[in-house]
C-alpha cells in the first residue's frame, strides 16, 4: 500500500476507526448521550476527509484509482459518500433516546458501532470497481444489519433479523455465481477489464448480451443486487422485516442501503456493462422491473394498515421510480433531442428520497416513541396533538407522493422526462400512473393526521434529538426542491464514469 | 436581467406564512397573526400595484423578468426560473392583489385554528400569483397545482356543509386536468425542434420562447392531442360544462374569503392558461391549429352560458346560486377566446380582448358578491333564499353593495361588467353570429336570477314561514367599518372600470397583440 491508498481510503479508515472507538466509550461510561455525541462529533472526520478528496485541501486530492486498481475515488463514489455519512449522522441523531431506553438493553454502543461498521461497508462498496471488492464490502454492509434487526430480542425482532440473514446469504450466493459467471467468460474481476474484454469477445446474434453466459451473469448480478435495493420480487424481506426491526435501523436500511446498492450497480452497469449495445440489452431489463415494482409495491401498500408495513411497501415503489432513471440510458437516445439524464436523474431521485424518506422516518419514530401505536389510526388527529411534528410528516409524505414543489416531484419529472426521451414512452405512462396509486394510501396517513379526531387529545412533542435530525432532513428536502441545481450539477460531475457523458 | 420585483411579490406572502406558522405562539397571537397577515397582503398589494403602473406600455413585450437559467440544469429538462409580466398578466397581478388582501381582511373573524388558517391563505396568494408571472411552463406547472394544497385545506378545515367531500372533488377534478397538463408540457419538450419550457421570447435575455418554435414545428405527439390535454386541464378549472360540477359544491362548502379568492382569481389561472398556452402556442401547428376547433369552443361556450344561466335560476342557496352564475360568466370568456376565429384572418382581437376584461371584472364583481352573502350569512346563518326577505331594511349597506355586485354582472352600463360582455358580443358576433346569439341570451338569465334574488333576499316582506325568528331578526345589524374595507376594496375596481375602461384593456391589448404575434 502507497501513501496515496491511505489517503484514498482515509474516509473508510476513520469511519472504521470511529466505529471501534464508539464501542471502548461505551466500555467506560454508560451514558448513551456520551456515546452518541462521540459519533455524531466523530464523523467529522470521515466527512472532512471526503471532502478533502473532492476538493484537495491537504494537497494533492487521491482520486482515481488506489489499492492495485480495485477501488476508485472518483466524484460518483465521492458524492455517495458523502451522502451516507450525512444520513448516517441524522440517523445516529434520531436513535440517541432510542438506545438510552429499556428496549435495547445496554447494547446502545454496539447499535451505534453496527452502524458505523455498515456504513464503512458501503463506502466501499460504493468505490469498489473489483468484483471481489464489491462481494466483500457488500457482506461488511450486511452482517451489522442482521443483529441490528434483531437487537430487540423479541420474537418479531429475531424474526427479522433471521430474514434478513438468510435472504442476504441466499442473494450474495446468487451474486457471487454472476461474478463467477463474468469471470469464467472475460477472465477478469476488474469492471474495466470486463468491458473491453467483453467489446472484443464473439458474439451470438440474436441473444441479449451476445451471450447466454453474459446474460445469466446479468440476471444473476440484477437479482442479487435486487434484494438491497427492494426491487420486485425481491422484496418480500422488506415489510417485515421494516415492521420487526427497530425503527431507526428502518430508515437506515430504507435509504443508505438502497443508495448504495444502486450506485455499485450503476457502476457496474456502466462501467462493465457500458457498451452502447450492452446498455441496450440491460435497459429492457431494468425496464421491466422498474414497471413491476412501482405496480408491485404500490399495490400491495394500498391495503396496509400499520405505518411501517406502510412505508416498507412505499420504499419498494419508489425503488421503482429509481429503476425508471437507471433504465433511461443515454445508448436509447437515438434520434433524441439531447444526451441522457438518466443516471443523473438517478442520483437526483437517491438523494432527495433519502432526505424525504428521513423526514417521514424521523416523524414516525418521533411519534411512536409517545404514542406506542404503529397504526395508521394511532396518527389520528397528530396535527392537534403534536403540530410541529405533524407538519414535518406531511410534508415528507406529501414529497414520497410527488406534490409540486416538493423534492419528491421534481425528481420524478426529471426521471419520467428522461424516460420520455430515452424512447421509453410507455415506462413514463406506468409511473404516473403508479404516482396516481399512490397518492390514495399517502393521503390516507395525511387524512389521519390533519382530519381525524385523535383518540387521546393529550398533547406531545418529540425528543429534541429526533425533532433536530427531521427538522435537518426536511430542510434539506425543501432546499432540494426549490433548487434543484444545487444537487444536479453535482451529480453532472459525479457522472464522468458514464461513457458519453 | 435579474429585476427582482416579481419574486418579491410572488414570495412575500409565502415568507410571511413561513414565519407565521414557526414563531406564531401563546394566547394572544391569534390577534397579532391577523394583523400581520392583513399588512402581508397589503403589502403585496402595494407591490402588484407597483408591477402594473411599473409595466411601460410603450415599451410593450415582457418586462421586469427575473431569470436564473440553470434551475434545473439536465437535458432531460432543462428548466430555468423564469418570471416576467406582460400586458396580458400584469392586469391579473393586479387583481390577485386587490383580492388577496380583500380576502385577508374578509377573513378578519375566523376563530377556528387561526394560524394555520392564515398560513394556507397566504400561501395560496403566492400560488396564485406564480401561476401569473411564471413564464417557464414547469414553473407555472409547479405554482398551478401547488395552490391545490391551500384550497384542499382551506375548504376542508375551515368549511361547511360537506367540506371534506367538496374539497376532494375540487383536488380530484383538478389533479386530473393536472396530469394531463404536465404529460403536454414533456411532450412539447421532447419535441427535437422545440426543446425548450420557455412560454415567451424574450430578446433582451436570448430567450427564444415555445411559441415561435412550435410554428411549423413536427411535435413528439400530434398537436391536436397535446391541445387537447391543455384545454382539458384549463376547462376543468375554468370550468366549462360539463365538467363544472367540483365548483358548486366546493363554493357553497368554503369559507367566504376562500370563495372569493376561488371565483375572482383561481378560475382566472384558466382563462389565463387558455389564452397564454392555447392560444399563443397553437396559431401555427403542423397539422392542427386552434382555429379548427373555434367552432367548437364557441358552441361550449354558448351551452355553458346557457347551461350555467338556467340552473341558476333555480337555486335557492344564495353562495350555490352565485357559483352557477360563475359557469354562466366563466362561458363568456371561452367565447371571447373562440373570437380567434376559424381562419388567422377572421381573428377578431376585440373579442380576445374582452375575455381578458371579463376575467378581470369577474373576479371583483363575483369576490364581492361572495363578500356580501358572507356578511349576510354571518349575521343571519341561512342561506337559505325563501328563509330570508326584507333584509333590506336591517343592513342597508349589505343590500347596496351585494346590488353593485348584482348589477355589475347582469351587466348594467357603467359597471364594468357591461364593458366586458358587450366587448365580448361586438367581438365574437362577427366571427361566430350564432353562437353569440344565443350566448347573448344568457345576459337576460343574468338579469333574471340577479334581480330575483336581490328581490327575494333584501326587498319584500319576510316570508309567511320565517328562517329566521323575530329576535334574530330584530337584532340583525349592518355591516361595520372593518367589514366595509374588504367591500370597498371590490366595489372600487367595478365603477373605475366600468366608467374608465382603458385603464386596463390597453394594458390586455398589448397582452393580446403579443399572444396573437
Redesign the interface.
Known amino acids: 500500500m502507497t501513501v496515496q491508498d491511505f489517503w484514498a481510503l482515509s474516509p473508510e479508515i476513520a469511519m472504521a476507526l470511529l466505529a471501534l472507538l464508539v464501542v471502548s466509550v461505551d466500555l467506560v461510561t454508560r451514558s448513551m448521550a456520551k456515546v452518541s455525541a462521540v459519533a455524531i462529533i466523530g464523523l467529522a472526520a470521515p466527512i472532512i476527509l471526503t471532502l478533502n478528496l473532492w476538493n484537495g485541501w491537504f494537497g494533492d486530492p487521491a482520486v482515481g484509482p488506489a489499492l492495485f486498481g480495485t477501488v476508485e475515488t472518483d466524484h460518483f463514489s465521492l458524492f455517495f459518500k458523502f451522502l451516507l455519512l450525512t444520513v448516517t449522522a441524522g440517523t445516529i441523531l434520531a436513535s440517541v433516546k432510542y438506545i438510552a431506553s429499556e428496549r435495547v438493553k445496554d447494547h446502545g454502543g454496539e447499535f451505534v458501532s453496527l452502524i458505523l461498521l455498515s456504513v464503512t461497508g458501503m463506502m466501499l462498496l460504493v468505490s469498489a470497481t473489483e468484483l471481489i471488492t464489491i462481494y466483500v464490502a457488500l457482506e461488511l454492509t450486511a452482517l451489522p444489519v442482521v443483529a441490528l434487526a434483531a437487537i430487540h430480542r423479541t420474537k418479531q425482532g429475531v424474526e427479522a433479523g433471521t430474514k434478513f440473514f438468510v435472504l442476504s446469504a441466499i442473494s450474495s450466493a446468487i451474486l457471487l455465481y454472476g461474478f463467477a459467471y463474468i469471470y469464467g467468460y472475460t477472465g477478469s474481476t476488474n469492471l474495466d477489464v470486463i468491458m473491453d474484454r467483453l467489446a472484443v469477445l464473439p458474439t451470438e446474434a440474436g441473444v441479449p448480451f451476445g451471450s447466454y453466459a453474459v446474460l445469466l451473469a446479468v440476471i444473476m448480478i440484477v437479482a442479487g443486487f435486487g434484494f438491497k435495493m427492494a426491487v420486485v420480487p425481491w422484496q418480500m424481506w422488506v415489510p417485515d422485516v421494516y415492521q420487526g426491526a427497530p425503527t431507526p435501523v428502518a430508515a437506515f436500511l430504507s435509504v443508505a442501503s438502497k443508495a448504495a446498492a444502486f450506485a455499485v450497480i450503476m457502476r457496474i452497469m456502466y462501467v462493465a456493462f457500458g457498451d452502447p449495445i450492452l446498455m441496450q440489452d440491460w435497459s429492457g431489463l431494468f425496464a421491466i422491473l422498474a414497471a413491476v415494482t412501482m405496480t408491485v409495491g404500490n399495490t400491495l401498500a394500498l391495503s396496509q394498515s400499520n405505518i411501517k408495513r406502510l412505508l416498507g411497501y412505499s420504499t419498494i415503489a419508489q425503488a421503482g421510480y429509481i429503476l425508471v432513471g437507471l433504465a433511461?440510458v443515454p445508448a436509447n437516445q437515438v434520434g433524441?433531442?439531447?444526451?441522457?439524464?438518466?443516471p443523473?436523474?438517478v442520483m437526483?431521485y437517491l438523494a432527495g428520497y433519502a432526505f424525504t424518506n428521513l423526514v417521514v422516518f424521523f416523524a414516525v419514530i418521533a411519534i411512536t416513541s409517545r404514542t406506542n401505536d404503529d397504526s395508521i389510526e394511532g396518527l389520528n388527529g397528530l396535527l392537534k396533538r403534536s403540530p410541529l411534528l405533524a407538519?414535518l410528516l406531511v410534508f415528507g409524505i406529501?414529497s414520497l407522493l410527488g406534490?409540486?414543489?416538493t423534492v419528491g416531484?421534481?425528481a420524478k419529472?426529471?426521471v419520467?422526462?428522461?424516460a420520455?426521451?430515452a424512447n421509453l414512452t410507455w415506462l413514463?405512462v406506468v409511473g404516473?400512473v403508479n404516482t396516481?396509486i399512490a397518492?390514495y394510501y399517502y393521503l390516507r396517513v395525511v387524512r389521519a393526521v390533519?382530519?381525524e379526531d385523535p383518540a387521546d387529545e393529550s398533547t406531545f412533542s418529540g425528543d429534541k434529538s429526533v425533532l433536530i435530525a427531521t427538522g435537518v432532513a426536511a430542510i434539506g428536502a425543501g432546499v432540494f426542491g426549490l433548487?434543484?441545481?444545487l444537487l444536479?450539477?453535482f451529480a453532472?460531475s459525479a457522472l464522468s464514469i458514464v461513457p458519453g457523458l | 436581467m435579474f429585476d427582482g420585483l416579481l419574486t418579491v411579490t410572488v414570495f412575500l406572502p409565502a415568507a410571511v406564512a413561513l414565519l407565521v406558522a414557526l414563531f406564531a405562539r401563546g394566547e394572544n397571537s391569534d390577534q397579532q397573526v391577523r394583523w400581520i397577515s392583513i399588512g402581508a397582503t397589503g403589502v403585496t398589494f402595494v407591490l402588484s400595484v407597483m408591477v402594473f403602473v411599473g409595466y411601460d406600455q410603450d415599451l410593450a413585450g415582457v418586462q421586469m423578468v427575473d431569470y436564473f437559467e440553470r434551475w434545473i440544469p439536465v437535458d432531460a429538462l432543462r428548466s430555468s426560473y423564469l418570471l416576467g409580466v406582460d400586458g396580458l398578466s400584469a392586469p391579473l397581478v393586479l387583481l390577485t392583489g386587490i383580492l388577496g388582501m380583500a380576502a385577508a381582511l374578509g377573513s378578519w373573524r375566523i376563530k377556528k385554528r387561526v394560524r394555520e388558517y392564515f398560513m394556507w391563505l397566504l400561501l395560496l396568494e403566492t400560488a396564485v400569483l406564480g401561476v401569473f408571472v411564471s413564464l417557464d411552463l414547469l414553473l407555472f406547472f409547479i405554482f398551478f397545482e401547488f395552490e391545490l394544497i391551500p384550497m384542499f385545506m382551506l375548504i376542508a378545515i375551515w368549511g361547511s356543509g360537506r367540506p371534506r367531500y367538496s374539497a376532494m372533488k375540487f383536488v380530484l377534478f383538478t389533479l386530473a386536468g393536472g396530469a394531463f397538463m404536465l404529460v403536454a408540457i414533456l411532450a412539447i419538450y421532447v419535441t427535437p425542434d422545440v426543446n425548450t419550457l420557455a412560454m415567451v421570447s424574450i430578446p433582451a435575455d436570448g430567450i427564444v420562447g415555445i411559441p415561435e418554435l412550435m410554428a411549423g414545428a413536427d411535435l413528439a405527439a400530434p398537436a391536436a392531442l397535446i391541445f387537447g390535454f391543455f384545454f382539458l386541464a384549463f376547462a376543468v378549472k375554468l370550468p366549462l360544462w360539463p365538467l363544472h360540477s367540483w365548483l358548486p359544491d366546493a363554493h357553497t362548502d368554503a369559507p367566504t374569503a376562500v370563495s372569493v379568492m376561488l371565483a375572482g382569481v383561481l378560475l382566472k389561472m384558466a382563462g389565463y392558461g387558455l389564452l397564454r398556452i392555447n392560444l399563443g402556442f397553437f396559431q401555427e401547428t403542423n397539422g392542427f391549429t386552434i382555429h379548427d376547433v373555434a367552432g367548437a369552443m364557441s358552441i361550449i361556450a354558448a351551452i355553458s352560458v346557457i347551461y350555467g344561466g338556467i340552473i341558476t335560476i333555480r337555486q335557492t342557496d344564495m353562495k350555490r346560486l352565485i357559483a352557477y352564475s360563475s359557469v354562466s360568466h366563466m362561458g363568456f370568456v371561452m367565447l371571447g377566446v373562440a373570437a380567434v376565429g376559424s381562419s388567422a384572418a377572421e381573428t377578431s382581437a376585440g373579442g380576445l380582448n374582452g375575455a381578458a376584461l371579463q376575467m378581470f371584472t369577474h373576479g371583483t364583481i363575483t369576490g364581492l358578491a361572495f363578500l356580501m352573502v358572507g356578511l349576510s350569512y354571518d349575521r343571519t346563518h341561512t342561506r337559505h333564499i325563501p328563509h330570508l326577505g326584507g333584509l333590506w331594511k336591517k343592513m342597508p349597506l349589505i343590500a347596496i353593495f351585494f346590488m353593485v355586485a348584482g348589477l355589475g354582472s347582469l351587466g348594467l352600463p357603467a359597471l364594468s361588467g357591461f364593458v366586458a360582455e358587450i366587448m365580448v358580443f361586438l367581438g365574437t358576433f362577427p366571427v361566430w353570429p350564432w353562437a353569440t346569439g344565443v350566448a347573448a341570451f344568457g345576459v337576460v338569465l343574468a338579469a333574471g336570477y340577479t334581480l330575483w334574488i336581490v328581490q327575494r333576499v333584501f326587498f319584500g316582506e319576510r316570508p309567511a314561514t320565517p328562517g329566521l325568528s323575530d329576535e334574530v331578526y330584530d337584532n340583525l345589524t349592518d355591516a361595520n367599518w372593518i367589514d366595509m374595507i374588504p367591500v370597498i376594496a371590490l366595489a372600487a375596481p367595478i365603477f373605475v372600470v366600468g366608467i374608465w375602461p382603458s385603464v386596463v384593456t390597453d394594458m390586455f391589448d398589448i397582452g393580446i397583440q403579443a399572444v396573437l404575434r
Open positions: 433511461s433524441a433531442t439531447f444526451a441522457g439524464a438518466g443523473q436523474g437526483y407538519g406529501l406534490m409540486p414543489p416531484f421534481m419529472v426529471v419520467f422526462s428522461s420520455l426521451n413514463a404516473v396516481v397518492a390533519v382530519f433548487a434543484p441545481f444536479l450539477e453532472e
